[in-house]
């Protein structure tokens, strides 16, 4: 039913005495009654005007029976109405209610959703056990409880019932049922709230009635500080995570791996951390075999024979699982998540005030390529029986949690059939994608109005951790700390540098950091070039060409400051402001460092800097990515925040180094040659130092 199916009402409130209006807690964690909320007037009246205009079957989007057979309207009530309502709701709500969520929430100014869902449930017409699931009205206010206002009453049937464990298995086997119920028969006037977010989220239902039962369904919407923009980008407090599902054979766990190396998170494999922890001795092991023991007793099953369906693991214990791996991992970056969560209750593991859900992904693969996948890997559980018991799960367990993804706008289905690569390109690109639309709503008022609503092209620009390099259309966006020396480069570049460098759009402060606006430059960088399928021809092209544009800088009189290199990478190591990363073999280094003792021995042993040339004139950072090609030649330049004066073999080093990782080790000597130095044992020196200097 969309919005365009919407009834505006007319109605006002109506209500000649006062309402002894009154809350009443109940056995269900998170939940209460208000009494009296409305008048037996204002629910006959409106019970009334809905009748009038139309109740209409809901079509389900899920796959399988629907989970609801009654009719609905989409209604707005009058906003004098909504007022009264919230009037008399605000003395009964507390911050207790929603501490399970996490955060800071609070009530928002206007806490009821002004869209409500008015139910009509006939004899025989059910709500199937289900999780509500709520939605986020932007970065800093969703809804955190369900309201159901009850217009009529019904003593004998009709009831909303409650299933205090959860899911059906959520005991230690599946054919557990839920051990007990908590109904709520349907009293005129009155409210029953509950949480639809968070870890106190009930699984319910709605039973048939022995008459007509109207109910109106709506939310309570709840705002927090929103989080600054200097903690979403560089602060690992709130992490970014995603969710990944697929059928067997879609790919989840090669995808989890390669996004989380791409990305620099962990991956959180499920099966992997199961089987892991169970070769260990402790209390979790211990739990996870008692379950699998009981549970294949339960089954009948057989070690070695196709598995039945619906055999997932207690929440609980899939919870436990999941934790003591996060544990291990509290300085990650990000999460993939992979095998978890598997069902609507799971789910609520996620929606903690530390995560950030980036997406819900789904990797959408024909059943032929699942199959020919699952043939090629001849994993043990890959059987024809265990492969329909798989499916089995899937429909009735995994497809719920999807839909319910899809309602609060998170779920993004990606189509996952061809070379593995390909589509680690694209679930990358969507994930930068969706970060970098975040960020922008969080840039200062008139960066946003430059960029207004283009979006980010999902590309990474700069592996330095203390800035970000986004682009959003023909504009890129930095933004770091310390930025200002750089963008006063930026204008002396523009008057003085030999080459074309970018036009400065503008600058800003805005929560400790500073903005870089510029216009990108026409062409295709040198990094992008050379990731292409060149011919040795073309290579020697680019070589050359990036060896006359450096040597085109160096050859350029200028009285801009000289920078004595090794000092500066005295005080970064002094400062402690190397990384250890910086020695990998990457960067090839075959023995790395292990500690800050390391790093000042490995120092100390460079020595001081030899004597060299006349300082010149230094690009500071020409690296590929740097340099702007058109028809395989550099047209153009970037990055100019360390240019300065010094030893040319500080240049030299840096665009040898970024010539062999993308082009290939031989290439440094055509590069050398080409800009005509021949010193070649003097670059080892420089090729150390700038490894202190990155």
Request: hydrophobic share 35%; net charge positive; with cysteine.
């Amino acid at each position: 039913m969309a919005l365009s199916d919407l009834f505006t009402s007319s109605l006002t409130p109506v209500c000649s005495e006062v309402l002894n209006t009154y809350r009443e807690n109940i056995a269900v964690n998170g939940a209460f009654l208000i009494h009296n909320l409305l008048s037996k007037t204002e629910c006959l009246r409106l019970i009334k005007e809905t009748e009038i205009a139309g109740y209409r079957p809901k079509k389900s989007k899920r796959p399988g029976p629907p989970i609801r057979t009654n009719a609905r309207l989409l209604y707005k009530p009058h906003p004098l109405f909504l007022q009264a309502l919230e009037d008399r709701l605000h003395p009964h709500l507390f911050n207790k209610d929603i501490e399970a969520s996490g955060s800071d929430w609070r009530l928002s100014t206007s806490f009821v959703n002004n869209i409500w869902r008015m139910n009509r449930y006939l004899p025989g017409e059910v709500f199937h056990p289900h999780f509500d699931s709520g939605h986020a009205l932007g970065s800093s206010q969703r809804t955190l409880q369900s309201m159901i206002i009850y217009l009529n009453d019904d003593s004998e049937a009709g009831e909303t019932i409650f299933f205090p464990n959860g899911h059906k298995r959520n005991g230690m086997h599946p054919k557990l049922t839920d051990a007990h119920e908590i109904r709520i028969h349907p009293k005129q006037g009155s409210a029953l709230i509950f949480p639809h977010f968070g870890p106190l989220s009930p699984r319910h239902s709605g039973a048939s009635p022995t008459k007509p039962k109207y109910i109106i369904r709506t939310d309570l919407i709840y705002e927090h500080s929103t989080i600054s923009l200097q903690e979403a980008l560089f602060s690992t407090k709130t992490k970014p995570i995603i969710a990944l599902f697929g059928q067997a054979g879609s790919g989840k766990t090669t995808q989890a791996k390669a996004l989380a190396q791409s990305l620099g998170w962990k991956s959180v494999p499920f099966g992997d951390c199961v089987r892991q922890i169970r070769q260990n001795n402790g209390l979790l092991s211990k739990d996870l075999k008692i379950f699998s023991n009981h549970r294949d007793e339960i089954l009948n099953h057989k070690p070695g024979t196709p598995r039945p369906p619906q055999h997932l693991m207690p929440d609980s214990l899939a919870a436990r699982v999941v934790q003591q791996h996060l544990d291990a991992h509290l300085n990650a970056k990000g999460f993939v998540f992979e095998g978890f969560p598997r069902s609507r209750s799971q789910s609520v593991f996620l929606e903690r005030s530390k995560w950030n859900l980036l997406g819900a992904i789904h990797l959408e693969t024909s059943d032929t390529e699942r199959r020919k996948r699952l043939n090629a890997r001849k994993r043990k559980g890959d059987d024809p029986q265990s492969e329909i018991s798989r499916q089995k799960d899937w429909e009735t367990v995994t497809a719920p949690l999807l839909e319910h993804y899809r309602k609060r706008g998170e779920l993004i289905t990606i189509e996952a059939d061809g070379p593995q690569k390909d589509i680690t390109k694209k679930l990358l690109h969507m994930i930068r994608s969706q970060q970098h639309e975040q960020w922008k709503s969080l840039f200062p008022p008139d960066v946003q109005n430059l960029i207004k609503d283009t979006p980010s092209d999902g590309c990474q620009y700069t592996s330095k951790p203390n800035h970000r390099v986004i682009r959003y259309g023909s504009v890129f966006v930095k933004i770091g700390h310390l930025l200002k020396h750089e963008s006063q480069k930026l204008k002396w570049a523009e008057e003085h540098f030999p080459l074309a460098t970018p036009q400065l759009l503008m600058t800003a402060e805005h929560d400790g950091l500073d903005f870089i606006l510029t216009q990108k430059l026409p062409g295709v960088s040198a990094k992008h070039l050379a990731a292409q399928d060149l011919s040795d021809s073309a290579k020697i092209k680019l070589c050359n060409s990036i060896a006359m544009a450096l040597k085109t800088i160096h050859n350029t009189k200028t009285s801009i400051p000289i920078v004595n290199h090794h000092q500066l990478a005295a005080q970064r190591l002094a400062s402690q402001a190397v990384p250890l990363s910086n020695f990998s073999k990457k960067y090839g280094v075959n023995v790395a460092p292990k500690n800050q003792k390391d790093l000042q021995a490995r120092f100390e042993q460079l020595g001081p800097l030899p004597v060299s040339n006349p300082p010149v004139l230094l690009h500071g950072d020409p690296c590929l990515p740097n340099w702007m090609t058109q028809q395989g030649a550099v047209t153009s330049t970037l990055d100019l925040g360390l240019s300065c004066k010094g030893p040319k073999e500080i240049d030299l080093a840096l665009a040898v180094w970024s010539i062999e990782y993308n082009l290939g080790p031989h290439w440094k000597t055509v590069f050398l040659q080409s800009y005509g130095y021949e010193h070649f044992e003097n670059l080892a020196y420089f090729e150390e130092l700038i490894r202190f200097l990155a």
